[in-house]
């Protein structure tokens, strides 16, 4: 069976929700960041990477990458629907999946959540993470006049970019608090009010305040 590798509330609870999302069938192993589980030698032999998310399929080969492991899923079960027909659709919808992961993640939310990694010294830890939050604002803004008023990014249907949005609004909303779009905030609330979502928030422990 494949195996999930996550952190609650990390990154890998939008590759979680989107196993959710797809009805797959698999087992989980949970890591706890702050106590250091992913450089301990247990999780190194899985993944030398040190990070989650981390797919072990069923053939017992690792897959790592949040965008690797959305789109090896989304094209090894298509009748899930999880990537758009088509290849105008499905450029876009990787052309958001990576924008989510590589900008607003990466570039953005780094900064604002580990500022250490960006500059040594304490003074300019507020200057990273304002340069963090420039980022992530700019591209909620870009993300929502992309969504307009469409129900999901890509339209009427969820697919593999709904989920790594997923994340990221989970930081930006209910971790930082941060005021964005209207439409982006109601999209959020019915991402999060889905029955995948809730489950996510429950098996990772997750509390809101
Ligand atoms: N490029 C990787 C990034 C994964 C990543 O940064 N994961 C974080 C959690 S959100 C992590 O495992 N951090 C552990 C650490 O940095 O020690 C991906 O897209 O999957």
Redesign the pocket.
């Known amino acids: 069976m494949m195996k999930l590798y996550y952190?609650p509330g990390?990154?890998?609870i939008g590759t979680h929700f989107l196993m959710e999302e797809m009805g797959l069938t698999y087992d989980t192993g949970r890591?706890d960041?702050k106590q250091?589980d992913?450089?301990k030698p247990a999780y190194l032999d899985v993944n030398p990477?040190?990070?989650?998310?981390a797919l072990v399929r069923d053939d017992g080969s690792l897959l790592?990458?949040?965008?690797?492991?959305a789109f090896w899923l989304g094209r090894t079960y298509p009748e899930k629907g999880m990537i758009p027909e088509g290849m105008e659709a499905e450029v876009r919808t990787l052309e958001m999946l990576d924008y989510a992961?590589?900008t607003i993640?990466?570039q953005g939310f780094?900064r604002l959540f580990?500022p250490a990694k960006f500059a040594r010294s304490e003074a300019e830890h507020d200057w990273v993470r304002e340069q963090g939050r420039a980022v992530v604002d700019k591209a909620f803004g870009i993300v929502s006049e992309r969504l307009g008023s469409s129900d999901f990014i890509m339209g009427d249907r969820l697919t593999l970019a709904d989920a790594a949005l997923f994340y990221v609004l989970f930081w930006g909303v209910d971790r930082v608090k941060l005021d964005v779009p209207e439409n982006l905030a109601a999209y959020y609330a019915r991402l999060r009010a889905r029955p995948s979502a809730q489950k996510v928030f429950a098996d990772e422990g997750i509390q809101f305040s």
């Open positions: 952190a990390a990154c890998s890591l960041l250091g992913q450089l990477k040190a990070k989650v998310p790592t990458e949040f965008v690797a492991i992961v590589a993640h990466m780094s580990r």
